[in-house]
């Protein structure tokens, strides 16, 4: 199956809504309790964009299959080169190819865009989340145990990284 890979662009916001609150109602991948609505979801992208930070939107079959974008990893100045990633697929479009595609894009355009470190986060039962990142070169580097809390049970969550290839 063929997919596509662009920018973000407003009409994509209600896909993303549904990908975003699937993942909040139905997994711990995401630990938020309460289910976004439009507007959230269009000033966090608006945000993004502001800010400078790439989303890249995922298309399988003509169909928004899921999106990928970076931003801060804390407010800091002295964490500037350091990002974190956010990559959400629909289950349909999981397994074809297209979140490593998004993630080699992101990746590269973060190194384009000068920065050093690349964080993952994810619940530690999210085994294939681990795997995906691990294929993409990153390094398990954390490990918290029990810092979230949903669906009545601790949850543990690990910090992997990738240290981008600069071309200085």
């Known amino acids: 199956m063929s997919f596509?890979?662009?920018s973000y662009q407003e009409s994509d916001t209600p896909a993303i809504l549904d990908i975003i609150n699937d993942s909040i109602?139905?997994?711990s991948h995401n630990y938020d309790y309460e289910p976004k609505?439009?507007?959230?979801v269009a000033k966090l992208f608006e945000e993004k964009i502001?800010?400078?930070f790439p989303i890249l939107i995922g298309e399988v079959g003509g169909?928004?299959?899921g999106y990928a974008t970076f931003g801060r990893f804390r407010a800091k100045p002295g964490y500037?080169?350091?990002i974190e990633h956010s990559i959400y697929l629909t289950k349909k479009a999981q397994s074809k190819g297209l979140g490593t595609e998004m993630m080699r894009q992101l990746i590269q355009i973060a190194t384009e865009m000068g920065f050093h470190v690349m964080i993952a986060?994810?619940?530690s039962e999210n085994?294939?989340?681990y795997q995906f990142h691990e294929r993409l070169g990153f390094k398990e580097v954390a490990r918290f145990s029990e810092v979230g809390f949903k669906f009545g049970k601790w949850l543990n969550l690990v910090f992997m990284q990738l240290i981008l290839k600069s071309e200085n």
């Open 37 to 40: 609505n439009l507007v959230e």
């Open 121 to 123: 986060g994810m619940d």
């Open 25 to 27: 109602l139905n997994t």
């Open 127 to 129: 085994v294939g989340s």
């Open 80 to 82: 500037d080169k350091t």
């Open 50 to 52: 502001k800010d400078g």
């Open 4 to 6: 596509l890979i662009r």
């Open 63 to 65: 169909e928004i299959g």
